[in-house]
């Protein structure tokens, strides 16, 4: 037993670190979890823009800002994964 730390030794193998994900995996795996909130809130302005009454027009335009913002953090996802990984010309990955 280790007096400093309390541990008692073990023979056993420290396991292999688990190798790193290539950074194309990991873009896309942040991509893919930024999605899911961004799909969620697109679906939530979307119901709201149906049921809050058309002639409060201030709130339609803040629903269509929401939606709006939607579209372009997907776009700006969708451009760093394309640029992030190798690809043919032309060729979109998602």
Do not use: C, W
């Amino acid at each position: 037993m280790n007096q400093a730390t309390g541990f008692a030794r073990t023979s056993e193998p420290t396991p292999a670190a688990t190798p790193a994900a290539s950074p194309e995996e990991t873009l896309r795996t942040i991509t893919h979890q930024l999605r899911q909130p961004l799909s969620s809130i697109e679906t939530i302005a979307f119901y709201l823009a149906m049921v809050v009454p058309h002639k409060d027009e201030k709130i339609q335009e803040q629903l269509r800002q929401i939606r709006m913002l939607v579209q372009q953090s997907n776009r700006i996802l969708a451009q760093g994964v394309n640029a992030g990984t190798e690809n043919k010309p032309g060729e979109t990955l998602i």
